[in-house]
């Protein structure tokens, strides 16, 4: 599995028989196999999670297929397009797509591909924010765990989650909960806003020693890895 780091929350993911392409809006992308299936999934309609430049895309690849939240609305035409809600399941072709409820908006990705399980969290995040009520960030702190506990019981090879910076002390928060909560192989720390010393910080955080083998390291955009089985 090939795995490419585009920018801010934007992955592409090489695999087999198809390419997965997670909430770009920036950035360049690779060059792909024209005989594999392309699937483009955006989490949400935020500027920096969803480009509508995406369908462009559709004039290079002639197996391309579009996984939106359906907060998103945009001209579509001549797309083929599956619009998707949180905790629902879907088939697309031969994939499986099972959605969270995200704690910001529209969702985040759980995808059975092959043989691998992949998860994309989107703005899925434990938002914890000093300036805000005890009210609300002990709802969101509710909230987050209620959709991440519903992983417990899934093993998933790839993850792609939020580590930001603009949280300061609880930056690492919805990591370190995904990470103690899910049978995950490796993760990639996202929406970090190209601050990639929160990969550092959290490496030097001692609440992170039963996982930080598993973070990978990104340094950006254009970053690839080369996962094995």
């Given amino acids: 599995m090939k795995v ?13 028989n198809y390419v997965l392409i997670f909430d770009w809006y920036k950035g360049k992308v690779p060059e792909f196999d024209v005989t594999k299936k392309v699937y483009v999934f955006s989490s949400h309609a935020h500027y920096d ?7 462009t895309w559709k004039e290079d690849y002639p197996d391309i297929h579009y996984i939106l939240s359906a907060d998103i609305v945009t001209d579509t035409e001549g797309a083929k397009v599956t619009y998707v809600v949180a905790n629902q399941e879907y088939q697309v072709d031969d994939l499986k797509v099972q959605t969270l409820h995200s ?5 985040a990705f759980v995808v059975y591909a092959e043989d691998k399980v992949i998860y994309h969290a989107g703005d899925l995040n434990w ?23 519903k992983l417990k019981d899934i093993s998933i090879d790839v993850a792609f989650v939020p580590l930001d910076p603009r949280q300061e002390e609880q930056y690492y928060w919805g990591m370190d ?25 959290l490496m030097e955080n001692p609440e992170a020693d039963s996982y930080k083998e598993r973070v990978m390291k990104i340094t950006g955009p ?7 089985d």
């Fill in 4 to 16: 490419t780091y585009l920018e801010h929350s934007g992955f592409a993911v090489e695999y087999k």
């Fill in 49 to 55: 999670h969803f480009n509508q430049n995406i369908f």
């Fill in 103 to 107: 704690t910001d908006e529209g969702v």
């Fill in 127 to 149: 938002w914890h924010w000093e300036e805000e009520t005890e009210a609300y960030n002990n709802s969101m702190r509710v909230d987050y765990q209620k959709e991440i506990d």
């Fill in 177 to 201: 909960y995904f990470m103690k909560h899910t049978d995950t192989g490796c993760v990639f720390p996202m929406h970090m806003w190209e601050q990639y010393e929160e990969y550092d910080r």
């Fill in 222 to 228: 254009g970053q690839t890895f080369e996962l094995e």
